[in-house]
């Protein structure tokens, strides 16, 4: 294996046109994906334009996840593929650079570099504003590696996107408003490779959203790991919580929904309830993972909450809000997760009964609690059970699809169809929902009325669209 530290390298790649192009790959959450747009735009001042293939990239991104096993190991098979690409492109004469970023970055910095030679560059999810000087330094005696949690905030020096660029990332945005978390539930890796729970001061928030609205943006989510622990600095030098941020953003036109994710039960305060009573920009849907419906594996897994409170909790935010629609996370096969305790789980989903859902066979984490529990689950329990699981939430999902059909429902378009001549969109509810109509409605929010529904989608013609029934 050659010593790729001493490789003698040009400190940037030059394109034909001068330019460079970058390919950044994200994996796991929605705030990666918004990290990975802001990467974009910080690399965009040193001449760096996003291409959509690692084909013809100078330089290759992973923003990386670390939540279960098998979403970090993805990312060694994908550093193998692109060093067969990159050893391609230097018998060619050219070069390409692989950086990691992310999660796994931040859980395992340098021992990426031994354990994935190619890789020339690791940076974590605090320090990506730094990429142009580590890119920079690519090809010196040490291989750069940044995962620092700086004392400046990324947040103040992160350049702004140019219009054209926003417009082409779509009318619906994320925004990421609160980082890190104080929870430390006992499966998950978060509070050591995001760190301790941080939230961004208002002003910056409401320019930024200020910023998408006017170029475009009709929808925004509002991200963090914890999102609704938010607390960040008002403008009145107070500490403001998610709720009352909310309310300031549905102040700023034309922005027309609101949305915000991941919560915790245990942080959603009367302030932000009384959002969902009050702002019709936000939208009645809420990701409200629970975990688990067994008490006895919620106070395991440190969840500070039980299932009778969780559900207490939906049904004071569905009389805040009637037409709330609810979905969650869960893991199955937790150490010493008993058929009891999964059973508890299938009974609280009935009782709520999803939207949508988001399940996984428990993945042990290096480092926290979990992973050194004794009692593990067989795999063969956990994929059982997680069958059983999934089969129950699908159905919630369907039948909800079904029970669409005949409502009249605002949906935001934001993309083409499937289809020449459809295009596509959200409902309020997150259901995607197809219809034939012309593009120039992409961007905009429009009543549709739901025909039919497919496996995962919804279809339907725009209200007051339908064509009158021949006369005989
Ligand atoms: N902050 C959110 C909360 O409190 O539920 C969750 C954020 S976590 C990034 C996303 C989801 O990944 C979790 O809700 C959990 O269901 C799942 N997850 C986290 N650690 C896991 C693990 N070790 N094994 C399996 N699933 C895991
Ligand atoms: Fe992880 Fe969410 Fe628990 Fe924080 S609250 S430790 S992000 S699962």
Redesign the pocket.
């Known amino acids: 294996m050659p010593d790729e530290t001493k490789t003698e390298r040009p400190a940037l790649p030059q394109g034909d046109t001068g330019t460079k192009t970058v390919f950044i790959k994200s994996y796991g959450?929605q705030m990666n994906v918004y990290d990975s747009q802001r990467m974009a735009d910080t690399l965009a001042p040193a001449g760096y334009v996003e291409t959509t293939s690692p084909d013809n990239a100078d330089l290759v991104i992973l923003n990386t996840c670390h939540?279960?096993e098998k979403a970090a190991e993805k990312v060694y098979s994908e550093i193998g593929r692109l060093r067969v690409a990159r050893d391609e492109r230097r018998r060619m004469g050219g070069d390409m650079q692989i950086a990691v970023a992310g999660c796994v970055a931040q859980a395992e910095g340098e021992e990426i570099m031994r354990r994935a030679p190619a890789v020339d560059l690791v940076v974590g999810p605090q320090t990506y504003h730094r990429l142009p000087d580590l890119i920079a330094r690519v090809g010196g005696t040490k291989k750069p590696v940044d995962t620092d949690f700086p004392v400046e905030d990324k947040f103040q020096v992160l350049p702004a996107p140019r219009r054209e660029k926003i417009l082409a990332r779509g009318p619906s945005a994320f925004v990421t408003v609160q980082e890190g978390?104080d929870?430390f539930?006992t499966?998950?890796?978060?509070p050591y490779t995001r760190g301790a729970e941080t939230s961004r001061p208002v002003a910056g928030i409401v320019a930024e959203v200020e910023r998408l609205a006017e170029a475009g943006v009709r929808e925004i989510s509002l991200l963090g790991?914890?999102v609704n622990a938010y607390h960040g600095e008002g403008p009145d030098g107070r500490t403001w919580t998610l709720g009352k941020l909310l309310h300031r953003l549905a102040r700023i036109e034309p922005v027309t929904r609101l949305r915000y994710t991941?919560?915790?039960p245990r942080d959603m305060d009367d302030s932000l309830i009384e959002a969902h009573r009050d702002l019709p920009a936000l939208m009645p849907f809420l990701h409200l993972?629970v975990?688990s419906g067994s008490d006895r594996i919620l106070d395991v897994m440190n969840r500070k909450h039980t299932s009778a409170e969780y559900l207490r909790l939906i049904e004071t935010i569905r009389n805040a809000r009637p037409d709330m629609a609810f979905s969650s996370?869960?893991?199955v096969g937790f150490p010493g997760e008993t058929d009891a305790d999964f059973e508890a789980t299938l009974r609280l989903i009935e009782d709520v009964s999803y939207v949508s859902a988001?399940s996984?066979?428990?993945?042990?984490?290096p480092g926290?609690p979990?992973a050194g529990m004794t009692d593990q689950i067989d795999e063969a329990v956990k994929a059982e059970r997680l069958a059983r699981l999934q089969a129950l939430t699908e159905g919630q999902q369907r039948a909800f699809n079904q029970a669409s059909i005949g409502r009249c429902m605002e949906v935001l378009f934001d993309r083409k169809g499937k289809h020449p001549g459809q295009i596509a969109g959200r409902s309020p509810y997150l259901q995607a929902v197809q219809i034939e109509a012309d593009e120039s409605l992409i961007g905009t929010v429009a009543p549709v009325e739901i025909t039919t529904t497919g496996a995962w989608s919804l279809h339907g013609i725009l209200a007051g669209t339908r064509p009158r029934e021949a006369v005989a």
């Open positions: 959450c939540i279960r978390c929870k539930c499966f998950c890796v978060v790991q914890n991941t919560s915790h993972p975990q996370d869960f893991i988001y996984f066979k428990y993945s042990p984490r926290t979990g």
